[in-house]
């Protein structure tokens, strides 16, 4: 069966905030409370296999020309079938409607991201990353997570 994206819905908080609290458990995803997830709900989209959904992502805008992709997960038991690179072609039509040329990550998973046409820069090029959201991490001062871009142009 071939999984299908969509915009999330408030309906998909609970599952949501399962999804990634699993990751943020395992140190690998900042966690997420419901009532942030149901905030930023339109920001999230979703892959559903039937009526399941088994994986997510959110697309965070940092700067007048450059968004980031946060909270992409795939359920355990559906990776490595292609639907983490389904969710990151959906965040990257989401950015290119809105005419953002840029979209980063900081990850682990740089192979990944490597193989749908990101590159490895320093993060040192991303200031607006740092003042947004680093603050609230708590891996802030000893960050070692990769960061990577894509030009949408
Ligand atoms: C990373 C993740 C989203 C990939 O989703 P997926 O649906 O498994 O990926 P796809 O099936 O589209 O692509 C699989 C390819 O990516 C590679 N890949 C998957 N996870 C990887 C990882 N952690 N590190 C490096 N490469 C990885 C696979 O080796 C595979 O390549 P291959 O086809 O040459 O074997 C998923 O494994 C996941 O949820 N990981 C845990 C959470 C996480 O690390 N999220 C990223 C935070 S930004």
């Not at 949501?16 to 458990?25: K, N, R, S, T, V």
């Not at 930023?40 to 559903?48: P, R």
């Not at 946060?70 to 983490?84: H, P, V």
């Amino acid at each position: 069966m071939q999984a299908t994206c969509r915009k999330a819905t408030i309906d998909d908080v609970d599952i949501l905030h399962d999804l990634i609290q699993g990751y943020a458990q395992q140190g690998i995803m900042l966690p997420r409370s419901r009532e942030v997830l149901a905030r930023q709900i339109d920001t999230f989209v979703v892959a559903e296999l039937g009526d399941d959904v088994v994986g997510c992502g959110s697309l965070t805008r940092l700067g007048i020309d450059l968004v980031e992709i946060r909270s992409l997960g795939i359920t355990d038991g559906y990776k490595g079938c292609g639907i983490g690179s389904k969710l990151v072609d959906c965040l990257i039509e989401q950015a290119k409607e809105q005419h953002i040329p840029k979209i980063m990550a900081l990850t682990y998973a740089v192979g990944f991201f490597e193989r749908n046409g990101f590159t490895v820069v320093d993060k040192e090029i991303f200031p607006e990353k740092v003042w947004k959201d680093c603050i609230h991490c708590p891996k802030q001062h000893a960050c070692d997570e990769i960061a990577v871009l894509k030009m949408l142009n």
